[in-house]
């Protein structure tokens, strides 16, 4: 048994009332799940999806030479490159986490070959919405119970663009063939939503018929089409405003998995056994996919997560996988609007996380994900450091260093105060720069 797209041949049929209104019809896709002939020698035996292929065929000039694109777009895209979704219910057959897993990565491969950036919002509006409902839910496009329509989903400059809307009486799987696999549809409406049309391409996650695949990967027609309308990836960003290490200030600093990062506007610095790995500083969406380029704290936590602030938010990632976030950082039962660092440190078995800010900290249970007191402890604790600090890290023999501008201080564990000869420059001591 396939899962497969079916082809509706014609608009008008499902349509009459929007067409006679001269208004374009809502395009949706169409997924079936049917087993066919194989003997069958008509076309319209074989499923597809039922978004109306138009507009017509065109032909486009590149290198001076006529060739013609497979892909087709809707003739939109959405006018942002920073985009946020939100589901809105879930499926019953698979978990919540399991299902913002799985549409992480459906998103994610357009936007490793794109400028484009999804995060997940919840209880506010975002630019693609999704929803699981039942027959008629709003839209003049009800589902069918099981079998039949699986999902469909609304282009740019349409009247609900950014909406997609999955059937919730279907067997939604994962990477099996028992019902039907929600990342290959996921994966294929998200194309729908930025402004393709289906791809001409046979095995094209935007070609009209279907295929189950793994691991899931965009064609090089998908990667055309979707680079068409918002452009390739780049890594320009990296040589034209690259931060200087020996001049600047950090934003963050983290012990990450034996590893010291250094965290400014978006790059990171990898440090391993003491030298800078080659190819850093580096985007630091290249390891963690999701994260804004300002972030104001990080620290791993005693499981190995790795937790990020900024602001309001904050996210946690399993190595490269995001795990959870955004959330609200009051959650954790903070007070302020924001934290300065973060540093894991000390021998309490629960409360071994510290929060930094404008002269207060507080300490901070990652199990519990619950600050000691609301109220913050005074700087005085740590005898000898500055009030305000931009990052914090606990290095290998258990010394914390705190970090302000471009200086840093040494704390001794024992006998909690800075160390004579602090502060130092960070470029001096960690990136070898030759002066100050």
Not at 93 to 108: M, N, S, T, Y
Not at 149 to 178: C, V
Request: charged residues 25%; hydrophobic residues 35%; aromatic residues 16%.
């Amino acid at each position: 048994m396939n899962i497969v797209f079916f082809f509706l041949p014609q608009v008008s049929e499902k349509l009459p009332d929007l067409k006679q209104r001269g208004k374009l019809p809502h395009v949706q896709d169409v997924v079936k799940e049917a087993s066919w002939p194989t003997n069958a020698s008509n076309a319209w035996n074989r499923p597809r999806c039922g978004v109306p292929d138009y507009p017509a065929h065109k032909e486009v000039r590149h290198r001076g030479r006529h060739r013609q694109r497979r892909f087709v777009l809707y003739g939109g895209r959405l006018e942002k490159t920073d985009l946020t979704y939100r589901i809105v219910r879930f499926p019953w057959q698979i978990g919540e986490e399991k299902v913002r897993r799985v549409f992480r990565e459906a998103l994610k491969i357009w936007s490793d070959v794109t400028p484009l950036t999804f995060t997940e919002v919840q209880g506010e509006k975002a630019d693609i919405r999704i929803d699981f409902t039942r027959y008629w839910h709003g839209d003049n496009l009800p589902f069918d119970g099981p079998g039949g329509i699986l999902a469909h989903a609304f282009f740019p400059k349409t009247h609900r663009q950014g909406d997609i809307h999955f059937d919730y009486d279907e067997s939604w799987t994962l990477g099996n063939h028992m019902g039907t696999d929600l990342l290959q549809v996921a994966a294929h409406e998200f194309g729908h939503v930025l402004g393709l049309q289906h791809s001409r391409e046979p095995g094209a996650v935007m070609s009209a018929y279907y295929s189950f695949s793994y691991p899931l990967r965009l064609s090089e027609d998908d990667k055309r089409g979707i680079q068409y309308l918002y452009g390739a990836r780049s890594e320009t960003r990296l040589l034209l405003f690259q931060p200087d290490a020996c001049q600047t200030g950090f934003d963050a600093v983290s012990v990450i998995r034996g590893e010291l990062f250094f965290f400014r506007s978006g790059y990171v610095w990898r440090i391993r056994d003491g030298r800078l790995e080659a190819g850093y500083p580096a985007l630091a969406s290249r390891h963690w996919r999701g994260i804004p380029d300002d972030i104001d704290a990080a620290f791993e936590d005693e499981s190995g997560n790795i937790w990020f602030f900024q602001g309001e938010s904050y996210w946690v990632f399993d190595a490269e996988m995001q795990i959870k976030g955004p959330e609200s950082i009051r959650s954790l039962g903070l007070s302020v609007s924001g934290i300065q660092a973060a540093l894991r440190w000390g021998h309490d078995s629960n409360f071994n996380t510290y929060f930094f800010k404008s002269g207060g900290y507080w300490r901070f249970s990652p199990r519990d994900r619950r600050v000691e007191s609301v109220y913050p402890r005074s700087m005085q604790d740590w005898s000898g450091i500055p009030e305000d600090v931009d990052a914090t890290f606990r290095d290998v023999y258990g010394y914390a260093h705190f970090i302000r501008g471009r200086q840093y201080w040494k704390f001794d564990p024992v006998g909690r105060n800075s160390l004579e000869g602090y502060p130092r420059y960070i470029g001096v001591d960690f990136f070898g720069c030759r002066n100050a």
